[in-house]
């Protein structure tokens, strides 16, 4: 990417297909096969192999290696292909986003597996969720024109807390070349010329000049360990209640 002004727009897109492609593989792939793999497990809780806290802490140990790896891969091939900003820190920052969205997405997907009920229940809350995360990404759609009662769906937007931190990173000290204007006649190439669009007048006008990559990332970080959570809650008040119904037919006779 050049440092026209009109490569601007190209980075905004750049940067939110990178977010939206990242959570699509994180989610959908999570979302596939942890119900599958959450049914074995609740069998073998009935047999008393293993309780669920050591499980969750076991796979959390062997998927967040893989997609830490998987996002090191991806940032480092596609930070010097696309022509953003040269430079180290920015780069490492980049992949940082990525790795924290793709494990934020992979939470999430957990979180739908723990709670659906099938494989089916679980692909079918899919695609509202990213449809509102691709909303609310925080530049098809400002914050002030958000209904107030909607409010608080940006907050909870992987999306929108990697996309604006991504952006955040790249535009920030960013000055684009003067556009050039062949058609002026040559008087008026005489007057005064307004400055070079910089990144900063870019992140004003997507409303993220407020924000910090700092803010960014303790959004996302929060996202994973609230999704982590919530997964083992739900997992293990599975596990009781199924060891309730089982228990109760016993009580009985």
């Known amino acids: 990417?050049?440092?026209?002004?009109?490569?601007?727009?190209?980075?905004?897109?750049?940067?939110?297909?990178?977010?939206?492609?990242?959570?699509?593989?994180?989610?959908?792939?999570?979302i596939r096969t942890f119900p599958k793999e959450r049914k074995i497990v609740m069998e073998e809780q009935a047999k008393s192999l293993y309780s669920i806290f050591p499980y969750f802490v076991s796979k959390l140990l062997a998927d967040v290696p893989v997609?830490?790896?998987?996002?090191?891969?991806?940032?480092?091939?596609?930070?010097?292909?696309?022509?953003?900003?040269?430079?180290?820190?920015?780069?490492?920052?980049?992949?940082?986003f990525a790795t924290l969205n793709a494990l934020a997405s992979s939470g999430l997907g957990l979180l739908l597996g723990s709670v659906a009920s099938s494989t089916d229940a679980a692909l079918a809350m899919y695609p509202p969720i990213i449809v509102?995360?691709?909303?609310?990404?925080?530049?098809?759609?400002?914050?002030?024109?958000?209904?107030?009662?909607?409010?608080?769906?940006?907050?909870i937007s992987l999306v929108r807390w990697g996309f604006e931190g991504m952006c955040i990173n790249e535009f920030a000290g960013l000055v684009f070349d003067r556009p050039d204007s062949p058609s002026l006649p040559w008087w008026a190439k005489l007057l005064p010329r307004p400055?070079?669009?910089?990144?900063?007048?870019?992140?004003?006008?997507?409303?993220?000049?407020?924000?910090?990559?700092?803010?960014?990332?303790?959004?996302?970080?929060t996202i994973i360990c609230v999704c982590w959570m919530l997964s083992l809650w739900t997992l293990q008040a599975k596990r009781d209640r199924r060891s309730a119904v089982m228990v109760e037919p016993t009580a009985i006779g």
């Open 67 to 96: 997609v830490i790896a998987f996002s090191l891969l991806f940032g480092c091939l596609i930070y010097p292909c696309v022509g953003l900003q040269h430079d180290t820190k920015k780069a490492a920052i980049f992949i940082c």
């Open 195 to 221: 400055g070079p669009q910089t990144g900063e007048n870019i992140l004003e006008s997507l409303s993220f000049a407020e924000s910090s990559v700092e803010r960014c990332m303790a959004a996302l970080v």
């Open 132 to 155: 509102l995360s691709v909303i609310f990404n925080g530049s098809n759609l400002s914050l002030e024109s958000v209904p107030r009662m909607l409010r608080w769906i940006p907050n």
């Open 1 to 30: 990417l050049d440092l026209s002004p009109k490569s601007a727009q190209d980075r905004i897109g750049l940067l939110s297909l990178v977010i939206i492609g990242g959570t699509n593989m994180g989610l959908a792939g999570t």
